[in-house]
C-alpha cells in the first residue's frame, strides 16, 4: 500500500486468523472485497483514527455510521465515566434507560413506546416478530439490496420470477424459513402489487430501509415509499420502518419525518448508542402493548438499556438535538460532493458522489439516480479497490467495499474536509486519470 507501513496490522493480523474465521468478527472487517489486509486500529480522536503503525487517517466510516459525533467525544466520554462509576450492568432497570427513552420519545411523533436491545439485528428480528405477532399473519416482504441485519428469515434474495418467495443467501437458513420472506426489486410497484394479490391475507408486514444505505445509496422517490405506506393500509399489513442507519443521521426523526411518511414500526441501531451496542424497536403504545410483559409477544435481553450504553446514547443524542446540528452536517457533505462531482465532471471521469444529508456514496456511474440493486454494475468495483488503495495511502480511511456509504461527522472541520477533498481528487487522478 504505498509505502504505508503496515507491519503491526499485519502482525495482529495472522495473530487474529489463528482465534476468528477470517481473522475478523464481522465480514466486512476482513477487507476481503478490496484484496487487502485490515488495519488494526488503535485509537480514535474526533474525525480522525491512528492504525497500530501509528498512520493517521480521517474517518469516513465512523464505525459504520454510529459515531456521528466523531470519536471519543469529551461529552460522551464523561457521561460513560459517571456511568461506569456507579457499575457496569444490573439486570434491573435503571434511571438511564427512561432518561434515553424519554429524550427520544419527546421528540419523535412516529413511535409512543419503545424498548431497546443491544444491535440492530436485534431490534429488526424482534420487530419482525412483533408484526406477525400483532397481524396473525406469517410472511413478509423485503426489498433486494435492503440490509437487516443477519436475521435468518431476512438473509434472502429474490428467487426466479416475480412476486415469488426468497431463496436463502447464506449456509444455515432453512429453506423453509426463507419462504416466510417475499424479496421484491426497489422502485417496482407492479411486482408490490401482484406480491399482494398472490400472498394478501398472509403479509404481516413490508420492511424496508427508507434509505437503502447498505448496497449503495439508492435513494427512494418519496411516492414509492407512500405506495408502501398505502397498500399496507389498504391491506391490513404493518409498514416497518428499518431506520438503523438513517434514524438520528438524516435528522433526529429520522427519514419518517424526512420524507413525512408514518411507519408503523420503526428499529434504530447504530447512532442510538453512541458508540455501544444499543438497538430499539418502537411503535404505537397500541402496537408495542403486543409485547411481553403485557402481551403475548416474548422478547427479552440480559445486558439490554446497559445503563453504560444508555449513557453514551444520551450524551450524544442530545448533541444531536441542538440547534443547527443536521444542518451543518449537511452542509459539510454537501462541500465534500459538490466539490469532487465538480472535479469529476471537469475531469470527465465516470464517477459521481450521491449524497443524503451526511451520508454519501461513491458511484461509478453517470446515470442521475440509481434506485435499485440492478441498477449497480458489479463489474465497476474493480475501480474501488484501487481507489480505496489510494484514499488509505494518502490518510482517507472509507469502508472496505464500494457498496458501502461514507459518513460525516460533526468532528469533520474544515481543514480535514478540504484534506479529504484533495486526497479524494488526487486519488480519483490516479485510478482515472
Ligand atoms: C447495520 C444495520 C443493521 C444491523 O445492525 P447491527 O447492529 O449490525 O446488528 C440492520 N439494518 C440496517 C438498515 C443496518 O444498516
Excluded at 56 to 63: A, G, L, V
Excluded at 74 to 84: C, F, H, N
Excluded at 137 to 148: A, P, S
Excluded at 370 to 399: C, N, P, T, W
Aim: charged residues 20%; proline residues 4%.
Amino acid at each position: 500500500m504505498n509505502n504505508m507501513d503496515t507491519k503491526k496490522s499485519l502482525e495482529l493480523y495472522e495473530e487474529a486468523l489463528n482465534y476468528f474465521p477470517g481473522g475478523v468478527n464481522s465480514p466486512v472487517r476482513a477487507f476481503r472485497s478490496v484484496h487487502g489486509k485490515p488495519l488494526f486500529i488503535e485509537r480514535g480522536e474526533g474525525c480522525r483514527i491512528w492504525d497500530a503503525d501509528g498512520n493517521e487517517f480521517i474517518d469516513f466510516c465512523c464505525s459504520w455510521g454510529p459515531l456521528i459525533l466523531g470519536h471519543n467525544h469529551p461529552d460522551v466520554k464523561q457521561q460513560i465515566q459517571e456511568a461506569l462509576d456507579k457499575g457496569t450492568s444490573f439486570g434491573a432497570p435503571t434511571r438511564y434507560g427512561n432518561a434515553l427513552a424519554k429524550l427520544i420519545l419527546d421528540h419523535n411523533r412516529y413511535i409512543e413506546k419503545l424498548r431497546f436491545v443491544n444491535s440492530g439485528t436485534e431490534a429488526v428480528m424482534s420487530a419482525v416478530r412483533l408484526a406477525r405477532g400483532a397481524t396473525g399473519r406469517n410472511k413478509v416482504i423485503k426489498f433486494e439490496g435492503c440490509y437487516h441485519g443477519h436475521v435468518d428469515h431476512l438473509l434472502v434474495k429474490a428467487g426466479s420470477g416475480l412476486a415469488t418467495f426468497g431463496v436463502s443467501s447464506s449456509a444455515g437458513v432453512p429453506a423453509s424459513f426463507a419462504q416466510e420472506t417475499i424479496v421484491l426489486p426497489l422502485n417496482d410497484r407492479k411486482a408490490l402489487s401482484q406480491a399482494f394479490e398472490t400472498y394478501k391475507d398472509d403479509i404481516a408486514a413490508i420492511i424496508v430501509e427508507p434509505i437503502p444505505a447498505n448496497n449503495g445509496l439508492m435513494l427512494q422517490e418519496r411516492s414509492f415509499l407512500e405506495c408502501l405506506r398505502l397498500k399496507c393500509y389498504q391491506q391490513g399489513s404493518l409498514l416497518i420502518f428499518d431506520e438503523v442507519i438513517s434514524g438520528f443521521r438524516v435528522g433526529f426523526e429520522g427519514a419518517a419525518a424526512y420524507y413525512d411518511i408514518e411507519p408503523d414500526i420503526i428499529t434504530y441501531g447504530k447512532i442510538i448508542g453512541g458508540g455501544m451496542p444499543v438497538g430499539a424497536y418502537g411503535a404505537s403504545a397500541e402496537i408495542m402493548g403486543h409485547i411481553a410483559p403485557d402481551g403475548p409477544v416474548y422478547q427479552a435481553g440480559t445486558l439490554s438499556a446497559n445503563p453504560v450504553a444508555m449513557a453514551a446514547g444520551l450524551a450524544q443524542l442530545e448533541m444531536c438535538l441542538q440547534d443547527g446540528f443536521y444542518e451543518q452536517l449537511e452542509a459539510k457533505t454537501q462541500k465534500i460532493v459538490g466539490t469532487i462531482n465538480a472535479f469529476c465532471e471537469e475531469k470527465g471521469y465516470p464517477v459521481q458522489l450521491f449524497s443524503i444529508a451526511s451520508i454519501f456514496w461513491i458511484a461509478f456511474t453517470k446515470d442521475t439516480a440509481v434506485r435499485s440493486a440492478d441498477a449497480i454494475d458489479g463489474e465497476k468495483m474493480s475501480y474501488f479497490k484501487s481507489l480505496h488503495q489510494h484514499l488509505l495511502a494518502r490518510g482517507i480511511y472509507v469502508g472496505p467495499s464500494g457498496y458501502e456509504v461514507c459518513f460525516v461527522s460533526a468532528a469533520h472541520d474544515e481543514a480535514s474536509i478540504t484534506q479529504a477533498i484533495n486526497a479524494f481528487c488526487t486519488s480519483l487522478d490516479l485510478v482515472f486519470g
